[in-house]
């Protein structure tokens, strides 16, 4: 507490002197720094879902929050919990806290978003008419948070190990004409 007041330097060589602007300190006696007692914890969640961080934290009141996503400061999310709506690709990411008070300031561990991405199909699968003896390969492109299951089906019925991308089938016959 001795040590408040305000603090200038002067500074001088033969060319004359000057003096810088005035430095306050101010001493807060007996203030507790903030400390993180609660980590938030890492999400994975589908896209379209709510989600929430929260952090505990302990040390002198008042204490400010301010959350983080991949390191920008996120506007107006200054509570100890930050509610994300309706969650998008484009909220995956890491998310921190940084808790201030008077006597200092402490940052959570990150915290990771994961939104996963349901399955959908981005190239279709291309209908053939070919000779008996050809061979054929059927191949679809699909988009989705890995890892993506897959199963060929024949008129209906799944095919015994055709989980790939792409089904091949050589030397066709005409008992497997169908869809």
Known sequence: MANTGHYQVSLANCSGSTNSQIATLTVTGGATPPSITQQP?????NHGASVAFTVTAT???????QWSSDGTP????????????????YNAGSYFVTVTNVAGSATSSNALLIVNIPPGIAQQPV????????????????????????????DGVSITGETNSALFLSD???????S
């Open 74 to 89: 996120i506007p107006n999310a200054t509570g100890f919990t930050l509610i994300l709506d309706s969650v998008q690709p």
């Open 172 to 178: 066709v016959q005409i008992n497997q004409s169908g």
């Open 41 to 45: 914890a890492s999400v994975s969640t």
């Open 127 to 154: 209908s053939f008419a070919t000779n008996r003896g050809a061979n054929v390969a059927f191949i679809v492109g699909a988009t989705g948070t890995a890892p993506l299951a897959y199963q060929w089906q024949f």
């Open 59 to 65: 040390g002198t009141a008042p204490l400010a929050y």
